[in-house]
Structure formats: C-alpha cells, structure tokens
C-alpha cells in the first residue's frame, strides 16, 4: 500500500538509555453509574498494564481515538495523576511513590504544553512576565540576569522580542503557543509532554509549531511524549509511536515503520480512515461501529467488537504481545 | 423534487453573486467577513468551502441559512439566489430555511436541545414538510435514523442528546437535517469535533445521500483530507474572499494560488517521504479589522511584488477554475519542497540557530 520512506528515518532509539519508562501502569477510576450514591462503584480501566520507554532527545507519540486514554497515560507519566499500579522511571530515578518534596526538585525536567494556548496563560499576565514566571519561581533568577534569560526564550520560541508587553489576548494563536512553549523550556527540562499541542492551531500555523517543536528537541536535547488524534502530524514529528485502544497500547514501534506498514488491524483502519489531500489515492477500508464503553470492555481483545479479522479465539483469549521486529510489536493473535 | 433529468440541463440549486458580509461596529470601524464571494452549488455536487479562521467560510453558510441577517449589525450585500430565486428577505430565508435549506453544525452536542429527547426534536424537524398520524411519523423517524446508520433507532429515539455519543448525535443532527427533504444541505465543519474513524462513517453517509436524494451539499472545513475526500468542487477562501475555485483533480496536483500552494505545502502526509521540516507558510491569518492592504495575502507570500500590496487582483476564470491572484499558477512549491533532500546541518544553540523557526 506505501512505498517504503525515502529520507532515512532517524535512528529507532529504543537500545538508547531510557529517560522516561514506565512499567506495567495502569490507572483506574471509581465511576458512579446511577444515581443513588449509595450503589457500588464501577471500575474504569482509563490505562491498563502499559509499558513505554522513551529516549533521550526522541519524540514518542500516543495516539487513539478519544477515550483510548492517552491523556490519562500522560499525566500518569509525569505524576500529574498518580497511578493505580505500574512503576514510573525518570532518569533512573523510580518516581512512582516519591514523595511530594523530592517530586518537586524534579519537576523543573517535567514540563508541560497545553492544547488551548489561551486557556493556559494567565490573561493578566505580559509575555514576559508569562516566561519569567517559572525562571523567578523555581530557577532563582533575578534582575538583569532574569531579563536576559526571558529575552533569549522569547527568541527562542521565535517570538518578536518587541511583542514582551503584550498580553495573551492580543497575540495570535500561534504567538500564544510559542509563548507556551517558552514558558515550558525555560528550566531546561529534559522531557516536555505535549498534549494536543498543535490541534487547536490554523493549518498553515501548525506547520510552524511542529517545526519549533522538532527544532528545540534537536538543539537542546529534549524528549516528548507527544500525544495527538492527527496521524500526520504524529508521523512528522514522531520517532516512535504507540496506538492506543481503550486503555492499551495494541501496537508500538518506529514511526517510519508502524505507519509504513502497520500490523495490528486497529492501526491499519485508523491510517486507511485518515484523509489525505490526494483525490483517490486512498484505499476506502471502513471501521464500523464506535469505541465500546470504557466500563464494558469487551473481552478477550478489547478490539474484537470492531475488528473485521476476529473470531471466536479474540472473545475468548486475551491477545499475545507480538515482536515484528526489534522495538516493534503488536497486541493480536492474527498479526499478519 | 426533480428527479431522474442529467445534472447538466439543470441551472445551479445555488447561486451566491458577489456576496459581502460587513460587521458595523458602534464608535469602531466595520470589520469585512466576506468580501465579494461566488459560488454555486448544483444538485448532487459536493462542494467543499476550505479556509483557516477568520476566511469568512461559516460566516458565509451562516448568511446562506439566513442567519447572520438576523443580527441588526450585519449588513449583507450581493445577491443569493436558490432555484434562481432571489432571497433577501428574513420571510424569504424563513420559508426554505429547515425544508429546502438544512444545516448541520460543527457541534453536535451543543446544536441538539438538551431537554427534549431525540424523538420530539425529529418530529419538529419533520413537521417543518408534512403531517402525518402518529403511526406513520413513528415509522418515517425510524426510517430516517436507519438512513444515517443507527441500526438501533427506537433506542435512539427515546434517548436525550447526553444519552449519545459525539458520532452518534452527529447522525441524529444530519437525520434532522434530511427529515423535511432538503434539497440543499450545508454542513459547517461537521466532523471536526468527531475522531477520525467516525469521521469517515459520516463522510461516507454525506456522500451517499447526495447520490440517493441528489442533494446539493457546501460542506465547510479547514481540513484539506476532508475536501480531497468528498469534494466535486472545492473552494478556497482566504481573509474573507474566495482566493481560488477549482475541481480536486486539478487543486490539488496544480493549485494556481500561492496560499493554496502554501498549505497544501504545510500539511504533513502519512505517506511518502517526510521532509524534515515542513514548508510553512510564515505568520498568521490577518483579523478581518486589520487586513493587509492591496492583496489580503500579500504579507505572507513569497510571490508578492509592488502591486501586490496596492491593489487587490480580481478573480479570472482560467477554463474551469477561477483565481484571484496577480501570479497565478507558477510551478508548485508543493513538489520541489517534498523532492528535495533533507537538510543536512543542524544549527545549536550557541550559535542563536533557534532564530530559523520562523517568524510569529
């Protein structure tokens, strides 16, 4: 169906030293399902059993339908949400149950940018401000050393120095995201989670970010959890990627590779479902039906309600994690 | 409706003449949403309105349903013509709006009424054609769900709009749409808030319907996937005027206008070779109480000479296509961008290389 990518992918960093990993985390949530608040509360599996490793300065992206939990997944990652069960690796260090205070000290290497870049700054603030916030706070700078620092991140990001005054409000979509893309390096953080973070941006302005984005990972050195709906720009900006399924991660690998030539069939209809500005040139594969609920899980392959390959194996056994190749692998009992 | 005559011999169902959207705002200047916009729409045609924000597209459907002539601030000129009648008036607009002229909206949740169940709110739209007894109206109604592909439609129909997911109330919407037999159906960004494998179910049913009711459609998006997908027309909106008008077949292999060029250019493919970075457009779409003068995009193009920033080119019809552009149609950027070796240096920090990432 695709030829085989003609620049040559960067190389797949999975042997490399892992910055982040995560090791069999799951994270539940008791969900009332009626109104009486006295019924027992049912459990949603948002991430169940997932483990990932992403490399220094390698962007991975997580992506899925919504309510797949690659939001979840995220937050889980960097403790903004603790998890269920699973351990959190950071830079060698188990994160999973450390304390607040210690937590802390690390956070400054754990950034975030948001989707809604307007939502994100504080509309009271300058972009100065905004950007010095953080360096102020947490990095201890002050006076003409803060300046110069706030000076060079607004640069950076490839913000006009002269718009420092200005207030949310009156920049631009893309202005306000670089503005929070500003405000996320100025620790130097080794990872940045980036959650949609180019979604809400004008077509021609996305193009844009993603480049920064892929810039700033370039020159300092930064990793990414990059989670995102639109193939395309994952497979830009990605060096490996995880598809999510309703909590799992049914396949995992190279970007170039997986999209190339996926294996798992949840990964093959969310490509062949992804439009293309190519009148024709798309293979018209439909996924019929819609998720199931979280709270129903169907078992044996949480896939199978959908999948045009399942049989009576997929409702009765929980699917194999498959190796393809090395650093690639897929949750099926009929990859193909 | 008429049935069966080739499209051809028919005038167009649509017809939207040099149409101009303006803002009037007390003790400010008036802000232009559309400025001089054409199209038209003809029966079992899909044409698609592509732009970013502020290009004037749902502004432009809006003023079709009539809607942006209710505001007292809004004046609309220009000429909008369905079936080759003109329509000026609120009554006018009324008459057809919910029978021949039907609306899907970007929101499915937010345009269906939280407390009336799907059931009353399809009948109302159902009634806006006919009366019938209430068996027979039941019937219709599951007819019309089993159209849009709910295989379950008395569930359905029993259910609240908070009851259904996203993909689902878009179905419903779209069943509303069709109950009173529209001829011309105008979606604004109607899969935009739904996931990508829902987004080809409801693509699919738009596409279908235009061949079984041979319905008009002008479907709104920024999403060019979404154009190339469905399209039998696409045009290209840019700062509130039509900066291009082609068939897909020739957009998107031979787009004429250097915007078009451009975002094109900017969309990341999930096929064939990944540039290392992508070919963007510089800076931001103008808001419509600040555009550039002479040529809206001059600013940004890399084409734009003296009188671009002068005068703003009128639109020419070159055989089937039309462009408003003083240099139409030089070689695409969009190939010699995605044909060339990726770039070999990377520039560091020290040396102030973040600089390259472009301008705001």
């Known amino acids: ?336 | 409706m008429i049935m069966g005559e080739p499209a051809d011999s028919r005038g167009p169902l649509l017809e939207i003449d040099r149409v101009s959207v303006t803002l009037h705002r007390p003790g400010a200047s008036s802000l232009p949403l559309v400025r001089d916009a054409t199209l038209e729409v003809r029966a079992g045609e899909i044409v698609v309105l592509v732009g970013e924000s502020g290009s004037g597209k749902s502004v432009t459907v809006r003023t079709l349903m009539g809607l942006m002539q209710l505001d007292g601030d809004v004046e609309v000129g220009g000429s909008i013509r369905v079936d080759g009648v003109e329509l000026s008036t609120d009554d006018q607009f009324g008459a057809l709006r919910g029978r021949d002229l039907a609306m899907v909206f970007q929101e499915p949740m937010s345009s269906l009424d939280p407390v009336f169940t799907v059931g009353s709110q399809l009948t109302e739209a159902l009634r806006r054609r006919e009366r019938l007894d209430r068996p027979a109206e039941r019937e219709r109604l599951r007819e019309l769900l089993r159209e849009v592909g709910i295989s379950d439609p008395d569930r359905v129909l029993r259910s609240y709009p908070h009851q259904l997911s996203g993909g689902m109330c878009q179905r419903v919407m779209i069943a509303a749409a069709l109950a009173a037999r529209p001829r011309l159906l105008l979606a604004d960004e109607p899969t935009t808030a739904l996931d990508v494998t829902i987004q080809a179910q409801i693509l699919d049913l738009i596409d279908r319907l235009r061949i079984e009711a041979d319905l008009g459609v002008l479907l709104v998006t920024h999403d060019l996937g979404v154009a190339a997908e469905v399209a039998d027309r696409v045009v290209v909106m840019y700062a509130g005027r039509v900066v291009e008008t082609a068939a897909p077949a020739m957009i998107f292999t031979r787009p004429a206008h250097p915007y078009t060029q451009g975002l094109l250019g900017s969309i990341p493919l999930i096929t064939g070779p990944r540039p290392d970075r992508l070919p963007a457009i510089d800076g931001s779409v103008p808001d419509p109480g600040q555009l550039p003068s002479g040529c809206a995009f001059h600013p940004r193009c890399p084409r734009a000479d003296a009188r671009c920033a002068v005068e703003d080119p009128p639109v020419v019809a070159i055989g089937d296509s039309t462009t408003a552009c003083w240099h139409p149609g030089q070689p695409s950027p969009v190939a010699a961008v995605r044909d060339q070796p990726p770039a070999a240096e990377h520039q560091d920090l020290a040396t102030g290389g973040l600089q390259k990432a472009g301008r705001p």
């Open chain 1, 1 to 336: 169906m695709i030829e085989a990518p003609a620049s040559a992918p960067p190389p797949a960093q999975s042997q490399a030293r892992a910055l982040l990993g995560l090791e069999g985390v799951s994270k539940h949530f008791r969900v009332r399902t009626t109104s009486n608040p006295l019924a027992p509360r049912a459990v949603l599996k948002a991430v169940d059993d997932v483990s990932l490793s992403i490399a220094e300065a390698e962007t991975y992206a997580l992506v899925g339908e919504s309510g797949s939990g690659k939001s979840t997944l995220g937050q889980v990652a960097l403790r903004l949400l603790e998890p269920t069960s699973g351990r959190i690796v950071f830079d060698g260090t188990d994160i999973t149950h450390l304390p607040d205070a210690r937590m802390r000290r690390l956070r400054s290497g754990l950034q975030v940018i948001f989707q809604d870049p307007l939502g994100s700054l504080n509309p009271r603030m300058r972009v100065a401000q905004i950007v010095a916030e953080p360096l102020r706070v947490l990095g201890g700078l002050t006076g003409s050393e803060l300046e110069a620092r706030t000076e060079e991140l607004i640069k950076a990001v490839g913000l006009d120095p002269s718009r420092a005054g200005a207030r949310p409000r009156s920049l631009s979509g893309g202005q306000r995201q670089r503005v929070g893309i500003a405000r996320a390096i100025a620790l130097n953080p080794r990872l940045i989670l980036a959650d949609e973070a180019t979604s809400a941006l004008d077509v021609s302005v996305q193009a844009q970010i993603v480049n920064l984005l892929v810039d700033l990972s370039e020159q300092l050195g930064l990793s990414y959890l990059f989670i995102g709906h639109g193939l395309p720009v994952v497979r830009q900006i990605s060096q490996r990627v995880g598809v999510m399924y309703l909590g799992r991660i049914v396949e995992d690998g190279p970007t170039d590779e997986v999209f190339a030539e996926p294996r798992h069939p949840y990964t093959r209809a969310l490509i062949a479902a992804s439009p293309v500005p190519r009148p024709g040139e798309r293979e018209r594969v439909r996924l019929a039906g819609e998720p199931p609920d979280p709270l129903a899980v169907p078992t044996g392959c949480r896939f199978r309600s959908r999948c045009p390959l399942a049989t009576e194996l997929c409702a009765n056994e929980a699917p194999p994690v498959v190796t393809i190749s090395p650093g690639h692998t897929a949750e099926c009992h009929y990859v193909t």
